[in-house]
Structure formats: C-alpha cells, structure tokens
C-alpha cells in the first residue's frame, strides 16, 4: 500500500533532507524564499524515515516571534504524534514506524476546528480543538529539523529531528498545492539525498541481516530465530544474487578455504527428497534457486542447504547436516524486529536506550540502533562488543565474547566503560539484548519462552535458566522481620485469617477427660512491604524457601488449652506460600530478567503447619449415653497485641471420617473470645456419642426383663411360685448386668442418664415383686377357714389347696369352688391392677425419659 490519500504529484527522482544521525544535533533547513504564506485551512503531506527518536522529535517548527514560537508544530515522538497550532495542542498516540518509510497527512478546517491525521492514506486519527482566534501569520521562521525556542532559534537537541522527509506539501484548504520546497538556508550535516520512488514505497519489502561469521546449523537457526527471523531462502533470482553479492566477499572465511560451500540457507528436505521446505515452519520454499549441476544430489544423506561461491557462483547445493560444517547464515524478517536491552544499565534517563533495531555493519559486523542515540556495535580495536552512547560522552558498556564472532544475544555480563546509572566504571553488569516482550522471558541464550513458564518446576529454556533465581519473595532495603507488617487498612489492626482443618481425633479418652487432635493450621496475612515475583495461580508452586522464610516476618500463635507449652512453628512440614489474588506488573527494565512483579497489598502470605496435641475437656456425662460433649481449641496470636492485629475466623473444617468408634463428629464453629490483650479464637468442637451400642447392650436388655418381669401377671393366678421365681430371677439377672455396665463407664459422682433407667428397671421389677407378693398375700386374707393352709403352704400353688380341701370328707358340705371363688376374685382384682399399672408407670416414665434424653440430642445437634 503506498497511495496517499491526497496525490502528490508523481515524481521520479524526490529530494530527501537527511538531518543528524547520530551527531551533531543541531543542523536544520529553513525555508529562505518565498516567504511563509498565510494560513487558514491547510492539508500537509510528507513522507518521513525515522533514523533516531529524540525525546520530543520536532520535525518542523514555525515562529513568528520570539513569543510566539509554537504557531505551527509537528513532533514525531515514540508512540505519540502531536501537532500545535498557535499554542493548541493535538495530541494522538499515533505510532511513528521507526525506520520505515511512511506517509503522512494532516489536515485542518480553519471554520471548524476539526483535523485529520492519515497515515499511509488511512484516516487514523481525528478530532476537534475547536476555532483558532486567526490564521496562522505569514513571513516567520519556518524550520524542519528543530524546534524554534526563539523566533530562528533557541535550539536544543532533544527537540530536533533525526531522519529523512521528502515531498512536503503544503495546500491552502483544498487541495490547490502550495508547494514550499523552493529555497532553503541549509545549516549542519544536511545532505539532499536521491532515492529511486520504488525504493521509497516498497516498505513491506523483507530485510535480510547477513551475518559474516561462521555457525554450525544448529548455531545458525538458533542465532536467527533469537534476532526474530529465520535463516534466509531467496524468493527469486533478485534476491539470490543480491545475497550473493553481499556475501561473496567474505566468502572464503565462510567456507573456512575448503570447498565452495558457505552460505547456510533455511530449508531442508528430509521429509521428502527434493521437496524443500523451511526449517521451523515446515512450510515448502516457493522459489528454488539455480542448483549446481542437474539439481540436489545427496539423496536422503544430504538434506541440508547451501550456497556456493567460486566456481559455481551463487548456485544451490545439497550437503549432509553434520554438525561439524560451519558457514556463515543469513537471516530473513518478515518486518523490523525491535531487541531491547534490559539490565541494571538500562534505569530510567540511562544513556544507553532500551531499543534497538538490526541495522548496517559497523566494524564488519551488524549492528544494532537505537531508538534514541545508542548503538550496539562490534568494536574492533577492543575486540569487544561495544554499548555507546552517542548523546552522553564515554557512556560505554564493553562484552568481549569468548571467540570472536560470537553475538551479545541473551543475557551478557558487560563491563562498564564509563560512569552509566550511577555505577563506576568498570562495574560488571548483566544484561539481556532480546526480542522478548514484557509478557516472555529470555533464556540466558536468548530465546523467549511465554513468562508464566518461569520458575514452573519444568526446564523449558535449552539452558535451564527458566528455573535458576527463582526466589518468589523479594525483600526490600532494611526490611526487619522482627516488625510486623503496617496493617493494610489504616487505623485498623492487622488482619490474620485463621483456618483449621481438623483432620482426625487419634483418641478420645472419656476417663481421663483427655483427647488428641491433629489439625492443619494456617494463617494468612498480607505484607505490604513485600513483593513477589512470578506467581502461579497453583500455589504449591508459589513455596519459599528455608532462608526466604527466615527472612520475613511470619505470626506467632500460643495453643492456650493444649497440654504443654506449644507455639505454632514453622520446622519441618511447614509451608509458606504466596497466594496469588491481584495483577501483576512488568518488571521496570533496569532489571536483568523479565518477572512479574505482583504487590504485597494485593497477595496473601500463608503458613500452613500440621500438629497433633492433646488437649483437656471437660466432660459433661450427665446425659450420658445421650451426651454430646462441647470442646474446645483456643488459639491466642502472641505476636502483638489485639490492637495490633487479630485473629480473624475464617474456615473450620474437620476432614476426617464423621463417626469414630465412640462418637460422631458434630458441626466446628469458631468465635472470636476475649482473651487479656491478645486476639483470640476459639474452635468448638462437639463430640456427639453413639447411643446405638448402649441401646443394643443395655436397653433393649433391661426392657426384655422388664418385659419378662411383667409377663408374670399373666401367669395362672394360684401359680405363685412360678410368678414369684421369675420375677426374682430377671431381678438377679438385672442386677448383675447393673453392676457390669457400671464398671465399664466413667465413675461420676453424679447420676447420668444411664443410672436412671438401670435404677427405674430395677424399681420396677422390685414392684413387681412385691406386687405379686401382695396378690398372693391378698389371697391369703380372704380365706380364713381353712385349716390346712399354714404359712409353709406357700410354696404350693392355690389350686392344689383347692383339690386338696375337695378330696376332704369332712368338708363335704363345702361346695367345691364356693371358697375359692372370693379368693380368686381378690387376687385378680389386684392382678388386673397390676397388668394395668406397670405399664403406666412404664409409659410415663419412658415418656419422660426419652423426651429429655432426644430434646437434648437435638438441641446439642444445633
Ligand atoms: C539565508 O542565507 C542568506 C545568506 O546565506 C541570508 O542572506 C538570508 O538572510 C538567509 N535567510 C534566512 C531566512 O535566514
Ligand atoms: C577501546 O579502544 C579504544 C581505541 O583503541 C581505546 O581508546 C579505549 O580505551 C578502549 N576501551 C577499553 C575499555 O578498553
Ligand atoms: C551475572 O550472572 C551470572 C550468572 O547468572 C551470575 O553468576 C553473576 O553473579 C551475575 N553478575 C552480576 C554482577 O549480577
Ligand atoms: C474441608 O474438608 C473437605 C473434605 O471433607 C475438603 O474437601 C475441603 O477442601 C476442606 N476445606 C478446607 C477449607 O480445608
């Protein structure tokens, strides 16, 4: 694309102002003759070729007087273009293309105030400053390459332009050409240049960098791909032999003086004899050069290619990949590759700048240009690589590389060779010259990996520095661990969030009132002293280390009701991690590596620590087995007092099986208890016991004899002394159960609920007991006539006194059930009461029982 929106008249041959690379600053052009016109509305197109950014990059300025120096102004500054008209400032963020031929027109409504700037023919950027009180005065100062502090004057070097610019138009509103570049008073290194208009236009053009050194493949692709393209393959018979031309000369170094091989090119074809394709990409070439002989002739043992010279001048060739060859490579990108410098000698107002492009060779070699006024460049008479500033005298870095023909890419230790932020001459610094983004790292040799793959536990750099330095805390001047951390809030204590899990109860000892908990304790708090480098969202990864942990301030906290005098500790077992929740910033360039750097205001800290302790509980076993026991777990934060900073509950958890052996585990709350002048939490705990044993062992049991005891009302009436054996008999064995469950449970002074009912069950097989007694006994009383029945008749039943009076002569005249009948009477009477009051009694007090012994389990539940 090279059409301006507003045609320029097509001119073959242009003329081109070249104005200060690199030194002096201060040459310019000013228009002589004919005067400045006046202007209203105006349209300016020019093209432009950036050799250097300067601070404020003035390409033209015009004054009127020494007052009013700003009445027409235009700064091509690093990712801002701004305009002045009279004083009034249009400011766009437009990016100049750095050492790109480029388009630009601006355009201005007097009436209205509105503007347009087009850039390469696209409108780009518009807006309004509203009107102008005026036009612009005609017959100032009209200047390109400075900018006028005074009417024709006042120069300074950070405001003047560095580059080229041709076909500068002015047009009074509408396109009627107002064509100014009639006479110039030319001062300073200005030169008028003649370029062919294609080589103007074809901007989209690729650059090749040749690289005069010799490389082995592997060296070659890898020194390419870190610059930001790929090893060259011409794309027609132009291009080849321009490369073979710009090569040819250092062709017998290439090739070491053995063969006519020299030149590496970047395709291959060992995934198809004679199908070549480029390395990387795998993508096949489009154009395939002039072949020495009938065409490639290795076969499958030789699929590497290069060019020859000598004999066979500028023809292609196919040789085996042995790692042994070493020729000289060129590299191919699609577009400018910017490399910037990073490392101590890069602080802000540094002498050396932070970006550069591949440019021509100095001292046989390419060299790198700056954006503003720095070059890195292959000083021959130190045979070192040399950073200088061509803005501040004797700002100069030196790398001598271990074999000549190595290149400064990835990360160098440089010598200062000049005083450079603040450092003395002669300080040993490292520094990165790469093509990564803020968002990737460079490995030590240059090449770029995605920066969240930095310190990840994986190697992903061929030279493992991806996991080297990997410290996540860092740790500012005269930062003491022994003081705590301001709180993030201010005029509030320090927050530190508490988080249990408890993981398992080992034991729980109802006797000696004694259990023993392992829990996972960790407290999180921010530190907003601190900062942290490259965290990961998976916080296992984000670990410090034994002497990172040391360094920083971390919490203490007393376990107040756990036996023994314990601290929480940070030995073996403890983790401290970063836990990552804000954003990150890049790390500012005077740092040697790419990081992410994320503020302590935003991310956490955590320990975590596991323990196991015993504690005390009271035990309340009045309920007993419908008991549930409330413990709890305090927890006191020593390090400063409550106003200070606190303890804040935030999770309890408890990850272990839900029901042990004796007792399930209820719900975990925790409250924040006032505890003296520290903060504390206390952890409730409750212990809810399995009933379920105890019904099955105890109670279903007593009620079986209960029951059995009972049955005996239904027993025949007169059969006193089975009813009377079995009564006794569940009450023996009733007794003996009370005495063996006694001993298994704790001794308490007081009665618990399990006593009660062993006490009821006995109760009321005794009244059994006594009730029949009282049936046999009422019995007795209503048979006062008859002889024969003494006290010791006790042990036969009823009925055989009945058959016993019956078989009697002389109780003829008694009929035989007449006496019996009253008797019988009496004890049924007594036994109906009996079948009726039992269970009664029963009922209630089962009713009473169990509704307290549930409304407790319930509201313990809650
Ligand atoms: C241009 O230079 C000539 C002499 O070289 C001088 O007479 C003239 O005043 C200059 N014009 C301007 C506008 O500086
Ligand atoms: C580099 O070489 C120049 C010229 O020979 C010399 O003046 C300068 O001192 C050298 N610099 C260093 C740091 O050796
Ligand atoms: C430069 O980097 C190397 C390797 O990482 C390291 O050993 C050396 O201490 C660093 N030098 C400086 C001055 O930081
Ligand atoms: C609580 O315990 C459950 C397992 O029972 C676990 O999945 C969860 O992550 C724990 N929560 C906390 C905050 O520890």
Not at 157 to 168: A, C, K, N, P, Y
Not at 282 to 289: A, K, L, Q, R, T
Not at 339 to 362: D, H, M, R, T
Not at 540 to 550: D, I, R, Y
């Amino acid at each position: 694309m090279c059409r301006p929106a507003l045609k320029v008249a097509v001119v073959m041959m242009v003329r081109i102002i070249f104005a200060q690379d690199p030194q002096p600053a201060f040459s310019y052009a000013r228009l002589a003759a004919p005067p400045f016109p006046v202007l209203a509305s105006f349209t300016t197109c020019y093209w432009l070729r950036l050799t250097r950014f300067r601070e404020e990059s003035t390409l033209m300025s015009y004054a009127v007087s020494d007052d009013r120096d700003n009445e027409l102004r235009m700064d091509h500054r690093v990712g801002e273009y701004k305009v002045s008209l009279k004083s009034i400032w249009v400011e766009t963020s437009l990016e100049t293309p750095f050492r790109m031929w480029t388009h630009f027109c601006f355009t201005f409504q007097h009436r209205s105030g509105d503007w347009v700037i087009f850039v390469n023919g696209e409108s780009r950027s518009e807006g309004n400053i509203g009107r102008l009180s005026g036009n612009i005065d005609p017959e100032g100062a009209y200047v390109i390459g400075q900018e006028q502090d005074q009417f024709g004057g006042g120069f300074q070097r950070d405001q003047s332009f560095s580059g080229e610019i041709t076909q500068l138009n002015f047009w009074s509103s509408v396109l009627s050409p107002l064509t100014i570049s009639k006479r110039w008073n030319i001062s300073g290194e200005v030169a008028w240049k003649v370029w062919q208009k294609e080589d103007i236009c074809s901007r989209q053009r690729r650059r090749v960098t040749f690289f005069p050194d010799r490389f082995s493949l592997k060296a070659s692709l890898h020194l390419c791909k870190v610059v930001g393209g790929r090893v060259m393959v011409p794309l027609d018979n132009q291009e080849n032999m321009r490369l073979y031309e710009r090569s040819q000369g250092r062709a017998i170094y290439c090739s070491k003086g053995q063969g006519s091989s020299y030149l590496w090119m970047g395709a291959t074809d060992s995934q198809q004899e004679r199908l070549w394709e480029y390395w990387e990409t795998s993508e096949p070439v489009s154009w395939e050069g002039p072949w020495r002989g009938s065409g490639p002739n290795g076969g499958t043992a030789e699929n590497c290619l290069v060019m020859l010279s000598g004999t066979f001048p500028s023809q292609w060739s196919d040789i085996a990949c042995l790692d042994s060859y070493e020729f000289c490579v060129p590299c191919e990108f699609p577009q400018l590759s910017t490399l910037y410098l990073k490392g101590p000698a890069v602080c802000p107002n540094s002498p050396f700048n932070q970006e550069y492009v591949l440019g021509n060779e100095e001292g046989g070699r390419p060299a790198l240009h700056g954006f503003f006024h720095s070059d890195i460049y292959w000083d021959t008479a130190n045979k070192s690589w040399a950073i200088r500033s061509r803005k501040v005298e004797g700002a100069t870095a030196l790398w001598q590389p271990l074999r000549e023909g190595n290149y400064p890419f990835g990360t160098k230790t440089w010598k200062l060779a000049g005083e450079v932020c603040n450092m003395l001459p002669g300080t040993l610094v490292n520094l990165t010259l790469s093509i990564c983004r803020s968002d990737q790292f460079t490995c030590s040799d240059g090449t770029c990996i995605p920066l969240g793959n930095r310190c990840d536990l994986r190697i992903d750099c061929g030279d493992q520095s991806d996991e080297a330095q990997c410290s996540v805390v860092q740790l500012p001047k005269g930062y003491r661990n022994t003081i705590p951390p301001p709180p993030t809030k201010e005029g509030s204590p320090l927050q530190i969030l508490f988080y249990i899990n408890i993981i398992a109860f080992p034991s729980i000892v109802t006797q000696d009132l004694t259990y023993v908990s392992t829990m996972s304790l960790s407290l999180r708090w921010k530190d907003v002293r601190l900062s942290y480098l490259n965290l990961k969202d998976d916080r296992t990864l984000n670990l410090l280390f034994g002497e990172a942990v040391e360094s920083i301030w971390t919490p203490r906290v007393f376990f107040s009701n756990a036996q023994g005098n314990i601290f929480t500790n940070l030995d073996q077992g403890a983790r401290v991690e970063v836990v990552r929740q804000g954003s990150s910033q890049p790390a500012p360039p005077h740092l040697t590596h790419e990081m992410n750097i994320f503020s302590g205001l935003e991310n956490s800290l955590e320990t975590s620590q596991l323990y196991t302790l015993t504690y005390t509980c009271d035990f309340n076993l009045i309920m007993f087995p419908f008991d549930a026991q409330v413990c709890f777990l305090r927890f006191t934060l020593v390090s400063a007092a409550a106003t200070y900073m606190q303890l804040v509950p935030t999770a309890a958890n408890y990850s272990g099986p839900p029901a042990l052996i004796e007792y399930t585990i209820g719900r975990l709350d925790m409250e924040r208890v006032s505890d003296g002048e520290f903060s504390t939490v206390q952890v409730n705990v409750r212990f809810i016991r399995r009933y379920g044993f105890y019904l099955l062992t105890l109670y279903i049991p007593t009620t079986l004899l209960m029951v059995i005891a009972y049955a005996t009302f239904f027993f025949k009436i007169d059969d006193f002394n089975s009813r009377i054996v079995v009564a006794l008999t569940a009450l023996l064995v009733l007794a003996s159960l009370f005495t063996q469950t006694s001993n298994s449970l704790p001794k308490t002074s007081y009665f618990k609920l399990v006593d009660i009912w062993l006490f009821f069950s006995i109760v009321i097989i005794f009244v059994v007991v006594m009730l029949q007694t009282l049936i046999d006994f009422a019995g007795g009383m209503q048979f006062p006539r008859c002889p024969f029945i003494s006290s010791s008749s006790i042990l036969s039943s009823s009925s055989s006194i009945v058959q016993v009076i019956s078989k009697d002569a002389e109780a003829q005249e008694i009929p035989t059930f007449a006496p019996t009948t009253p008797e019988k009477k009496n004890n049924m009477t007594i036994m109906i009461f009996s079948r009726i009051l039992v269970p009664i009694i029963f009922l209630i007090f089962n009713l009473a029982y169990w509704g307290s012994a549930l409304t407790h389990l319930a509201k313990l539940d809650t």
